[in-house]
C-alpha cells in the first residue's frame, strides 16, 4: 500500500540553525514522484519541489536542500540557516493509483524562533 | 497569477445544518480534489473529480457528497454536519493524465460543528 510517514510532529529551532524534516514512504510502483508542499500560516499548501525515482542526486535550491534515498525510501528536507519565514507545516507526499492523487504524510510543524 | 478560491474561511454550524463548501479554480483544470486536514493525520481525500458531473470516492467519503457542475466548481456538501467533521477543509486542482503534476491548493475553509 501506499504510505507516507512524518514522525516528527513538531519541532523547534532558534533562526540560523540547521534543520532536517525526515519522510519516509512506502510505494508498491517501480517508478514515483515524491513531493514536498509547505503550508504557511495562511493556510495554503504550497508545492516546493517534486523528485522523481529515476534520479537519487540531491537536489538544493536556495537555503532548501532535499536527500532522496531510494534504499531506505526516505526523502528528507533540510533547511539551512533557517528564517523565522520558515515557520510552517511541511507535508511529504506520494502519488497513488493514478489521476493526480497525492497521499500526504502527517505534517511535520516547524517553528523558528528568532 | 494561478488561483484556488475556497468560498469561506471560517464557518461555524450547528449539529444536523445542510453544509456547503465551495471551491472554484481560473486554470482549466480537469481534475479537483477535496481534503480534510486534521492534527496528527495530515491531509486525507475525501472526494476528487476528473470531468464535469464525474465523481470519485476518496479514502473517507462517509458523511460527505460532492457536487461538480462546472468545470472550475467543485462543492464538499455535508449533508447533516456532525462535530466530527470539525476540520480544516482543502480544496485543490491539477492538469489531467499525470501523476507528475502539482497540486494547487486554496486557502482552506475552517469549519467548526458545535
Known amino acids: 500500500a501506499q504510505k507516507v510517514t512524518q514522525a516528527q510532529t513538531e519541532i523547534s529551532v532558534v533562526e540560523k540553525e540547521d534543520v532536517t524534516l525526515d519522510c519516509v514512504y512506502e510505494t508498491r510502483d517501480t517508478t514515483y514522484y515524491l513531493f514536498w508542499y509547505k503550508q504557511p500560516p495562511s493556510g495554503e499548501l504550497v508545492f516546493l519541489i517534486r523528485r522523481n525515482s529515476f534520479d537519487e542526486q540531491n537536489e538544493i535550491s536556495g537555503r532548501y536542500s532535499w536527500n532522496f534515498q531510494k534504499s531506505t525510501s526516505s526523502f528528507n528536507f533540510t533547511i539551512t540557516a533557517s528564517q523565522v519565514v520558515d515557520s510552517a507545516v511541511y507535508f511529504c507526499a506520494l502519488p497513488y493509483n493514478q489521476g493526480g492523487k497525492l497521499i500526504f504524510g502527517q505534517g511535520t510543524e516547524l517553528s523558528v524562533k528568532p | 497569477d494561478v488561483k484556488v478560491t475556497q468560498s469561506s474561511r471560517y464557518l461555524v454550524k450547528r449539529t444536523g445544518e445542510k453544509v456547503f463548501l465551495e471551491c472554484v479554480q481560473d486554470?482549466?483544470?480537469?481534475?479537483m480534489f477535496w481534503y480534510r486536514q486534521d492534527p496528527g493525520l495530515g491531509l486525507r481525500l475525501i472526494y476528487f473529480s476528473y470531468d464535469v458531473k464525474m465523481k470519485e470516492k476518496g479514502d473517507i467519503p462517509e458523511g460527505y457528497s460532492v457536487s461538480r457542475e462546472k468545470k472550475e466548481r467543485f462543492s464538499l456538501i455535508l449533508e447533516s454536519a456532525s462535530t466530527n467533521q470539525t476540520s480544516m477543509y482543502l480544496c485543490?486542482?491539477?492538469?489531467?493524465?499525470?501523476?507528475?503534476?502539482?497540486?494547487?491548493f486554496g486557502e482552506g475553509s475552517r469549519l467548526t460543528v458545535l
Open positions: 485543490a486542482s491539477s492538469p489531467p493524465y499525470t501523476n507528475t503534476g502539482e497540486l494547487f
Open positions: 486554470m482549466d483544470h480537469e481534475n
